[in-house]
T-cell receptor
């Protein structure tokens, strides 16, 4: 069965420091992968997606993610974190039909000054 | 373009009652998906509609139902509410094919007392 694992429940990063959020997936074929961000009381905003092609994808707000098939990973990175990046981040994969997203449990990012 | 809108934003209901939530997708989007978000279970897929037809359904009891209208607007209904139905209900719209991402609304916060 398809699944997504985000090993880190909570991460704290100093403002200006780099960030990497981990995501591992289980999927038989080529996955369609996503990262979403959720601020408190809000819906989900799409940061970036990977469907095929270049394994390093750029997203909004200075985020990027790298797809590594050999490691079944799709980690999210940002070179310099801002206080406004504090939020919950979700990694997700489409089901085979492309009709439903399967989400990880999320990683809460705190930013310290 | 206007984003996905959901009404109402907040609801308080009593156990045993029923509730209807509404979702208006982005103009031109024919697919609407519903997700339930709770602290314990995370984000879980409820069902997806495309051109008024349910294409996929998650693992939820029959008390959860939905429908989609010819203008792509969607409603979900929960009958005989239980305390455990308290959650944030998120709606997402897309063009409905696997190469297209889902865009989320702000959600409806349902509290069952």
């Amino acid at each position: 069965a398809q699944s997504v694992t985000q090993p880190d429940i909570h991460i704290t990063v100093s403002e200006g420091a780099s960030l990497e959020l981990r995501c591992n997936y289980s999927y038989g074929a080529t996955p369609y992968l996503f990262w979403y961000v959720q601020s408190p009381g809000q819906g989900l905003q799409l940061l970036l997606k990977y469907f095929s092609g270049d394994t390093l994808v750029q997203g909004i707000k200075g985020f990027e993610a790298e797809f590594k098939r050999s490691q079944s990973s799709f980690n999210l990175r940002k070179p310099s974190v801002h206080w406004s990046d504090a939020a919950e981040y979700f990694c997700a994969v489409f089901n085979q039909a492309g009709t439903a997203l399967i989400f990880g449990k999320g990683t809460t990012l705190s930013v310290s000054s | 373009k206007a984003g996905v809108t959901q009404t109402p934003r907040y609801l308080i209901k009593t156990r045993g009652q029923q509730v209807t939530l509404s979702c208006s997708p982005i103009s031109g989007h024919r697919s609407v998906s519903w997700y339930q978000q709770t602290p314990g279970q995370g984000l879980q897929f409820l069902f997806e509609y495309f051109s008024e037809t349910q294409r996929n359904k998650g693992n939820f009891p029959g008390r959860f139902s939905g429908r989609q209208f010819s203008n792509s607007r969607s409603e979900m209904n929960v009958s005989t509410l239980e305390l455990g139905d308290s959650a944030l209900y998120l709606c997402a719209s897309s063009l409905g094919q696997k190469d297209y991402e889902q865009y989320f609304g702000p959600g409806t916060r349902l509290t069952v007392t």
